[in-house]
């Protein structure tokens, strides 16, 4: 199973918190992408939190550096996978600001990225609802969602000491997931025909003094 990908994965919880559910399901998602034989780059949101968005201050300033830092992880690795919090049935804001300000680079980082999305809650849907919010700002950006997501429920009493789920079945549904969308990161990175490119508002009337367009690949 070693050296069947060569692919570069970013995963990090969307999580500020020290003992986050979202940053354990984080990091067995790192295990397991180590353990097939891929390369993680394990990141955290300290490193990516920004101030709010604020265009006079992008305008005078730049984007503040955890934003480059995120801009920059994201375009370095082939995937990335994020295990986020639900607040109220949405995202946490947290991590809807770093992306507002990332999707200010060009080339745009988010476009052309493979992503997968997990969540952890105590709740019995395990946060599922954040994630479907969460997939509009990433598609909207360009990032190819893969269409399954896990979502870890009742999160609190679901690991074992190891940092495992305890639920044998659950585990190997958790490591098939991961695997499977492995085989489609590889596979896209190896695919050149792939399409890359981004136009913002795809019907709209053309306008080269507004229009937010990237022809050209994305890495
Ligand atoms: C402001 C706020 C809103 C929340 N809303 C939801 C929610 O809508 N659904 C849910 O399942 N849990 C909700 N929770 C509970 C979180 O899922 C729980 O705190 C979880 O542990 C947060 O993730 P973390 O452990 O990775 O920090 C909310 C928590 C906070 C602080």
């Not at 986050?20 to 891929?38: E, I, M």
């Not at 789920?165 to 190997?172: F, G, H, R, V």
Request: aromatic fraction near 10%; hydrophobic fraction near 40%; charge should be neutral.
């Amino acid at each position: 199973m070693a050296d069947r990908y060569s692919i570069n994965v970013l995963i990090f919880s969307a999580s500020l918190r020290k003992n986050s559910l979202n940053d354990r399901l984080a990091s067995l998602a790192a295990s397991v992408v180590k353990q097939k034989g891929g390369s993680v780059d394990r990141g955290f949101m300290s490193e990516f939190e920004c101030p709010p968005y604020d265009g006079d201050v992008e305008l005078a300033d730049g984007p503040p550096v955890n934003a480059h830092s995120f801009c920059k992880r994201i375009s370095a690795a082939d995937a990335f996978v994020v295990a986020s919090p639900e607040y109220n049935a949405s995202m946490p804001g947290v991590l809807k600001n770093s992306i507002d300000w990332a999707s200010r680079f060009r080339p745009q980082p988010f476009n052309g990225k493979q992503a997968l999305l997990l969540s952890a809650s105590p709740s019995m849907i395990g946060g599922n609802r954040g994630l479907w919010s969460l997939r509009v700002p990433f598609e909207h950006l360009g990032a190819r969602l893969y269409p399954d997501m896990f979502s870890l429920a009742q999160a609190h009493q679901a690991f074992n000491p190891e940092g495992a789920i305890a639920d044998a079945t659950l585990q190997e549904r958790f490591e098939s997931t991961i695997g499977c969308f492995m085989d489609l990161v590889e596979a896209a990175k190896h695919y050149p025909a792939l399409k890359k490119q981004w136009v913002e508002f795809l019907g709209e009337r053309a306008d080269a003094r507004i229009d937010r367009v990237e022809t050209a690949p994305a890495a």
